[in-house]
């Protein structure tokens, strides 16, 4: 897989002198090849150097995260698709777009936790390969937290499609905009940086690969933008074809929260997740996917502490070459009413998301 393209070009050339006399195409009186044997030549050399230089498959797991509001401040591993060859480099620009509702209530019935909100993120993404199988990247992400627009959707996609009431959201006006937990709580429209990820991945081989992550703490946490504090972690990727058209990848890793400004944030958190891939043709491939990780924030609050669990669906088309479309959204344990929270649990109401990637 990652062979050098000298080494290719040597073993091209030779092997075109061996085809040569093999075919006697070759001439022995004066060891040179006439005008077309040598366009023929070059044509084998041009296969064999794009070959060696073939990309990475374009197709891959949606490379999103769990989109909560108390979740977003802090690093989480997105996966991402085959390492980049040597000079392999590509962009990602990403819109998001997740809307969540969540009201808790202790055993005297009074209010302790209010998330109403509704969170753009844009966020810019480039990879690059640096050759033997690593690759660097780094993302930026922009955030604008408000009202938004989704309520009335997700009112209709709760009581008439997915039939799982939420009376609660049912009741409250649409557009509102506050989060509010033991130790904290921000209202009010607010757009900004959020805390830039960085990324240095490492291909074992064909099936494994380990990747080291880090968050510097550029957002705002005083307006829920950012931390206020770096992130560290680790994790290890495990991907295998499964009969030609079926791709699964499995992640898993731990990542060390710094205690920056916001009250309660946990000092270790894991993270999982599991992709299948399905690529009928070289067009189309589509993705479900299962993300699991730690909450971010420990408020004391059962319901909010769980293992956050979301389910992803995609689908992904090539419009070019090197060119890739997503469209995706994600659910939260409403999408199986609550039945099964080892597989759907604490995430958004509802998000969406367009991602377009470019591979140079």
């Known amino acids: 897989m990652y062979t050098s393209n000298r080494s290719a070009d040597f073993f091209t050339i030779y092997r075109i002198r061996s085809l040569g006399k093999a075919s006697g195409l070759y001439n ?72 969540d509702f969540r009201v808790i209530r202790n055993q005297q019935h009074q209010e302790v936790l209010r998330e109403d909100q509704e ?44 039939h799982s009431p939420h009376p609660d959201r049912d009741a409250t006006p649409t557009g509102q905009n506050g989060i509010r937990y ?9 757009f900004g940086l959020g805390d830039v990820s960085l990324t240095v991945s490492k291909q074992f081989n064909h099936r494994f690969r380990g990747n080291l992550g880090f968050k510097v703490p550029t957002g705002d946490p005083g307006r829920f933008l950012g931390s206020g504090a770096p992130d560290a972690g680790v994790s290890f990727d495990y991907s295998a074809a499964i009969n030609g058209n079926w791709t699964l990848q499995l992640m898993g890793g731990v990542i060390g929260q710094g205690k920056g400004t916001l009250r309660g944030a946990r000092g270790i958190a894991h993270q999982e997740a599991a992709v299948l891939i399905w690529h009928p043709n070289s067009k189309n491939s589509f993705v479900g996917q299962w993300v699991s990780e730690s909450a971010a924030i420990q408020t004391g609050i059962p319901t909010s502490d769980a293992t956050h669990r979301t389910l992803m669906f995609a689908w992904q088309h090539r419009i070019a070459a090197r060119t890739r479309l997503d469209l995706y959204f994600m659910e939260d344990r409403d999408f199986l009413a609550g039945a099964m929270p080892e597989v759907a649990n604490i995430a958004p109401d509802f998000g969406i998301g367009i991602a377009l990637k470019f591979r140079f």
């Open 182 to 190: 033991p130790g904290g709580e921000f209202s009010g429209n607010q």
């Open 119 to 162: 969170t753009t993120r844009f966020t810019l993404s480039k990879r690059e390969g640096l050759g033997h199988g690593v690759e660097i990247g780094i993302d930026v992400p922009i955030e604008f937290r408000g009202g938004g627009f989704m309520d009335p959707l997700i009112n209709w996609w709760h009581n008439n499609l997915i």
């Open 28 to 99: 022995r009186d004066n060891e040179a090849m006439t005008r077309h044997h040598w366009v023929f030549g070059l044509c084998l050399l041009a296969a064999g150097t794009a070959a060696a230089q073939q990309s990475a498959p374009l197709y891959g797991p949606i490379e999103a995260r769990n989109l909560r509001s108390l979740q977003m401040p802090f690093f989480r591993f997105t996966l991402h698709g085959s390492t980049l060859v040597k000079g392999e480099r590509e962009f990602q620009f990403v819109w998001n777009e997740s809307n």
